[in-house]
């Protein structure tokens, strides 16, 4: 299942670390607690509107750019999920080959080796 949360929290996180700041610095300019930013941050927590355009501010990045960036993760989410829940293209099954060895009686030079599916191949002791 995806979450938004989480997506968001992600998105949030990259915006901060780009810039170089710490949790604290942007905690203490979007006047949020540190612990919660950081539960933000990781999905744990939901953040409000107002919380969030506190915290757009503090980063100096407008609100639409962050849920763009959101929508964009969300979208590429959805395809994995969906990828994933469709049915497997089915592979060829290939039969296991075994590898037979057939010395001549008068010759022991000559050697040749037959590759054959193990079903296919009835060896009959002489």
Do not use: F, H, W
């Not at 919660?36 to 990781?42: G, K, N, P, W």
Request: net charge negative; charged share 25%.
């Amino acid at each position: 299942m995806i979450l938004l949360r989480r997506l968001l929290g992600d998105v949030l996180r990259r915006q901060r670390q780009r810039q170089g700041r710490t949790l604290r610095e942007v905690s203490s300019s979007a006047r949020v607690s540190l612990g919660y930013l950081s539960e933000v941050e990781r999905g744990q927590k939901e953040a409000s509107s107002e919380l969030l355009s506190a915290i757009c501010d503090a980063l100096d990045v407008r609100m639409s750019e962050l849920m763009r960036e959101v929508s964009d993760e969300l979208s590429l989410a959805e395809l994995a999920e969906s990828a994933a829940a469709s049915e497997p293209v089915p592979v060829p099954v290939r039969p296991m080959l075994n590898s037979v060895s057939v010395t001549s009686v008068g010759v022991p030079t000559e050697r040749v080796t037959i590759k054959a599916p193990a079903e296919a191949v009835d060896v009959v002791a002489a």
